[in-house]
């Protein structure tokens, strides 16, 4: 009786739990190869190993199995056992075979859990994503929005692998990369006074009312910023859980309003009656980022997603309201 054998037939007598060496891929390899040729010899000049190592192997295997798998002579027999391990040998192979094919394939596969803040995600997630698609069809991003605050609860608690959003968490637990320097332009009624200076003078905001955004939204703190630097009023009387309820009540002459450059260029046709300026100081902007949780690296996905969101601010048409540079890819 073999060491390892004496152990497991104590362990038996004595009531302590059975402990047994793990079977390995190697094992399962040189099994499946004996299995198929049905001799050792055979199994072994295949594989280009000695009889004797080839004999270890399947030694190993069956302690680790606690089984008799095949019956020695001149052509090998598998036991019931022998039979059933077979089978999973071979499922087990394939799926380390599917393994390494994921990683040596340009294609992208599984699902990426992205949170997205609602005054990002609709303008610059629909293409991009659909590009990312026709692409990679075997990778599929599922798309999350929630304002900054419960997207940062997420991306901690493991709900979300990446998050789409300005840089305004600064935890050390999260890695944040700006992928693009987004301008803010300020928004005013058709008949506004600064709808028609170039840009909007900044002498003549002191004391105008801002409208604001409801707490927790993307542009909240951007919009207290600018005020405090202007000297303007936020304004609680008109208050916009979205981008185009602001620019609605901007466009109803209730206050004006800060809006982002995603924004303006894709959804301003929606804001009949509003105008948008330049800020007088083009320090007022925001960073956008995609976010994931510290050490858990920067993937094949990140990359990817980063380049393709890059590419599509890049690709957005000129608006003359806001320029005909395009928002500002981060290095």
């Known amino acids: 009786m073999t060491r390892s054998a004496r152990n497991i037939h104590a362990a038996r007598h004595s009531g302590a739990p059975i402990k047994r060496p793990h079977a390995t891929a190697r094992q399962l390899q040189c099994f499946v190869a ?10 072994a000049k295949r594989l280009g190993v000695s009889q004797p190592t080839l004999s270890g192997q399947i030694n190993a295997l069956e302690r680790a199995t606690g089984e008799k798998l095949v019956e020695r002579g001149p052509d090998v027999i598998l036991t019931p056992a022998g039979r059933a391990v077979l089978e999973k040998s071979r499922d087990v192979l394939l799926t380390l075979r599917e393994i390494d094919a994921i990683r040596d ?15 990002i995600g609709p303008y610059l997630l629909p293409t991009a994503i659909a590009a990312l698609h026709r692409d990679h069809p075997a990778l599929r991003v599922h798309v999350r929005e929630d304002m900054p605050a419960a997207l940062a609860r997420g991306l901690a608690a493991g709900d ?15 890695e944040v990369e700006v992928i693009l ?11 506004d006074p600064l709808a028609n200076t170039e840009p909007a003078e900044a002498t003549r905001l002191s004391g105008r009312p801002l409208l604001a955004f409801t707490p927790g939204h993307g542009m909240e703190a951007c919009a207290a910023a600018f005020a405090e630097d202007e000297g303007m009023a ?5 208050e916009g859980a979205s981008l185009h309820a602001v620019g609605q009540m901007a466009a109803a002459g209730m206050g004006l309003a800060l809006l982002p450059e995603l924004f303006v260029r894709r959804a301003m046709r929606g804001c009949a009656g509003l105008v948008v300026r330049p800020l007088p100081d083009p320090k007022h902007g925001r960073e ?14 990140h990359r990817e997603l980063t380049e393709r969101f890059r590419t599509e601010a890049a690709g957005m048409p000129a608006d003359p309201s806001c320029g005909s540079d395009p928002p500002m890819p981060a290095p």
Not at 105 to 119: W, Y
């Open 34 to 43: 004996l299995a198929q040729e049905r001799g050792f010899t055979r199994a």
């Open 105 to 119: 394939t340009d294609a992208l596969s599984g699902t990426v859990r992205l949170g997205a803040c609602p005054t």
């Open 160 to 174: 979300h692998d990446l998050l789409l959003a300005p840089v305004s968490m600064h935890e050390s637990r999260f």
């Open 181 to 191: 320097r987004e301008r803010l332009f300020l928004a005013v009624a058709a008949d």
């Open 234 to 238: 936020v304004s609680w009387e008109g």
């Open 288 to 301: 956008i980022a995609l976010v994931s949780r510290r050490g858990t690296g920067r993937t094949r996905v």
